[in-house]
C-alpha cells in the first residue's frame, strides 16, 4: 500500500472509534407507534319498505305462475306448493322478507320439478 493511503485509512480510523466513543449519550427514546385507524364502520343500507313489498309482491307472482306451470305438467312438488301459501300468508302479513324467501324457494322447487320430467321414471 501507498503510505499517503496507509496515513488515510489510520485518520479513519481514529475518526470511527472517537465517533464510537462519542456516541455514549442516553438512547433515544422512540414514542410507540400509534394504533392502525379503526375500519371505517359501514353505514347499514337504507332498505326502502315501499320498495322491498313492490319487490315481494312481484317474486309472488314469479313464484305463483311458475307452481302452475309445474302444477300443468303434472310435475308440482308438495314442497313448492308450500313454500307458496308461506309466500302468500307473508305478504298478508306484510313480511317481504319472509316473502321474498318463500317465493325463491316455491320458484326454485318447482323449476325442479320440471326438470325432474327430463328423467326416466323408472331404470
Known amino acids: 500500500m501507498v503510505p499517503s493511503m496507509l496515513a488515510r485509512l489510520r485518520v479513519l480510523g481514529f475518526a470511527a472509534v472517537a465517533l464510537a466513543a462519542g ?3 442516553e438512547p433515544v427514546q422512540v414514542a410507540p407507534a400509534p394504533p392502525p385507524p379503526a375500519p371505517p364502520v359501514a353505514a347499514k343500507p337504507v332498505i326502502d319498505e315501499k320498495a322491498r313489498a313492490e319487490e315481494a309482491k312481484a317474486m309472488l307472482a314469479q313464484a305463483e305462475t311458475d307452481v302452475q306451470r309445474a302444477r300443468a305438467k303434472r ?3 308438495l314442497k313448492a306448493w308450500e313454500e307458496l301459501v308461506a309466500a302468500r300468508q307473508a305478504v298478508a302479513g306484510n313480511d317481504a322478507e319472509g316473502a321474498i324467501r318463500h317465493s325463491r324457494q316455491a320458484s326454485e322447487f318447482a323449476q325442479l320439478g320440471l ?7 323408472v331404470k
Open 23 to 25: 456516541c455514549t449519550t
Open 75 to 77: 310435475a308440482l312438488w
Open 115 to 121: 326438470e325432474q320430467l327430463a328423467y326416466p321414471a
